[in-house]
């Protein structure tokens, strides 16, 4: 566990969970009941992560088909139907998370008590958001900066966002972090200390998962959709229609390169303006095909394009 850093879940862990429902009395089971009970052991699997709720919602839809939700949760199950339930649910998540992984950062306070434990190291990072909030170079910063300060060092060095860990407002009022005192840098160090002190032993008791906002795309979508044959027939004959429409403008290559920029995401891609780095990945698939950028490419011909195409992303 790597306090600070990204952690990629993607269903993994949760296919070696066991799980088995409590006893209960009369040997009824109300659906709602099972979820919660699934989503509370895939929640301990995880660090303790509270799941979101687009994942439950995911996860549910690839056991209910067309089933409605409302009347499904409703449903009494016997111990046996809710125990298949259980293990089904655990392992829709665990599908879900497997097509559409999560990044999540794992606090719990080591990377802020190597901070301390480095004298020269804290000092630096004192002085240096010192000067930063020093924004009139006059020596002296109000108290109140120290919430910004956090800010600056934020979760790449240990500190949680406020938002994902409500007891850091407890600290920084314990510290009088609020005022409108005026510090010298040297105090400023003093106060920075305490309150790190503070929420290192805090994060210890307590540790805080949270969801951060980066997509990753694997290839499980796109694998799954190469793999079935109707699905991917209806992405192709999209592109169809795209080269038809365009066929006496631009060659095949740039048609299909086009279609693929544009609804990649839908299909499991990363969508081509996210960074340089999808931009070369996008270059280096399409660069064995220059050939036949100017070719306008027969149906099966042109099928047979689309396919390998999506079998190098993949």
Sequence with gaps: MSDGGLTVVDGTEL??????????????????????????KVSASLFGLSLPKNLKSSALKRLLDSQDDVAFRSTDLDTDHA??????YIY?????????????????????????????????IAENLFTDLDTTDKGKIS?????NALGYMGVEMGVPPISEFPLLNDILNKHGAEG???LGQAQFAQVLQAVLQDLADALAEKLVVFVRNIKITNGSK??????NEK?????????????????????????IRGFLEENGKELGLPPSEANEAVV????????????AKNAFKEDDEFRELVKDILEKFA
């Design 180 to 182: 409108e005192e005026e």
């Design 143 to 147: 108290k109140n900066e120290i919430p």
């Design 280 to 291: 070369l990945l996008y270059d280096a698939v399409f660069a064995d095909l220059g050939s």
């Design 231 to 255: 699905q991917l027939n209806n992405v192709i004959e999209k592109i169809f229609r795209e080269r038809d429409n365009k066929k006496d403008v631009i060659g095949s290559i740039e048609i």
């Design 83 to 88: 125990s298949k339930l259980l293990v089904d």
């Design 222 to 227: 796109l694998r799954k959709l190469l793999s």
């Design 92 to 124: 829709a998540i665990a599908d879900e998370l497997k097509d559409n992984p999560l990044v999540i950062s794992i606090l719990d306070g080591n990377t802020l008590r190597q901070f301390l434990e480095d004298e020269d190291d804290f000092a630096m």
């Design 15 to 40: 296919r070696s969970v066991s799980a088995s429902l409590p006893e209960s009395n009369d040997g009824v089971w109300r659906v709602a009941q099972v979820l919660d009970f699934a989503e509370s």
